[in-house]
């Protein structure tokens, strides 16, 4: 078994941080928050996120609770003189409950695209693909139901009326597409809305008792449209950066969206990507290689 305590400024930044010590990527990781970060008053007091990440496909026999531990201790202890008139009464043991990170998303990249690499997903654990190729066509309806109503409950709220179109792509990955009038307030700024609800949306999904999946929001093709964006951004920054001969800064952008301009210049000759900062202000920077010598090529 596999699993470390890392702290950070940030909730995300420390399991950041516990990936890269295990050197896995987030996809293979649960995580649990031990301490939640607090900035205290002026900077002073303040303290940072600290949380408990174990490797997905670990035995979960290894992995005791401190409280099941304690348990366990008191068990071994003599037994005291028992009186007559108490019975022990055996509590049913509690379900455990499993935290997961999302693809995105949900919002932290892998190690890969912050090198400028192709991103690949990395193969699932056995049993959760074991569990994936059991699912009934009863089972994903409930899990596209258990989706499509906390997005209904949003929307509501929200006083919309959206219609969804929800089908599972594969095993794993869950799209749904929404229709409806004003549907730019739910994409947001650079589609941060719309980032934000998939986030939730995915919490809410993982939270059951199936395996792990990923979902995907979109509406009015805004998906398609921002990754053509984004490619055509990324091919004219890095010609601006061979022609002036120096590094260009992107705006700050969430990981889905580096991981765009990541894999959309990793083959250029002449450039390398990678990302400074913290989270949510994270950036991508286009640099030029050490080999860029002749400006005449371009």
């Known amino acids: 078994m596999k699993q470390i305590e890392m702290t950070g400024k940030t909730i995300n930044e420390a399991i950041d941080n516990a990936c890269t010590k295990l050197g896995v990527g987030l996809l293979d990781v649960e995580y649990k928050v031990i301490d939640e970060p607090t900035k205290g008053f002026l900077g002073i007091g ?25 348990k366990e201790e008191k068990k071994a202890e003599p037994k005291q003189e028992r009186k007559p008139e108490i019975k022990e009464v055996k509590k049913p043991e509690a379900k455990e409950v499993k935290e997961v990170k999302t693809v995105e998303i949900i919002k932290e990249e892998t190690v890969a695209a912050e090198k400028g690499e192709e ?47 929800a089908e599972f792509k594969d095993n794993k990955h869950i799209f749904i597409d929404m229709k409806g009038d004003d549907m730019g307030t739910i994409i947001g700024k650079r589609g941060q809305t719309l980032d934000s609800i998939q986030y939730l949306t995915n919490l809410v999904v993982n939270k059951g008792e199936y395996p792990y999946m990923n979902v995907t929001l979109d509406t009015e093709g805004y998906r398609a449209k921002r990754q053509k964006t984004l490619e055509q951004l990324a091919f004219n920054l890095a010609k601006k950066a061979k022609h002036n001969r ?30 400074e900062g913290t989270e949510p202000y994270r950036y991508v920077v286009i640099a030029l290689k050490n080999n860029y010598s002749n400006r005449r090529n371009y």
């Open 246 to 275: 120096r590094n260009i800064t992107l705006e700050p952008m969430n990981p889905y969206e580096r991981r765009i301009i990541h894999a959309t210049l990793q083959n250029d000759r002449y450039v390398t990507t990678y990302s």
């Open 46 to 70: 303040a303290k940072p996120a600290k949380v408990l990440v174990t490797v997905i496909g670990s035995e979960d026999e290894d992995v005791q609770a401190p409280d099941n531990k304690a």
């Open 119 to 165: 991103v690949t997903a990395e193969e699932p654990a056995a049993e959760n693909e074991s569990a994936r190729a059991s699912l009934t066509e009863e089972d994903k309806n409930k899990i596209i139901a258990v989706a499509t109503d906390f997005l209904k409950e949003v929307f509501d709220n929200m006083k919309m009326n959206v219609e969804m179109t």
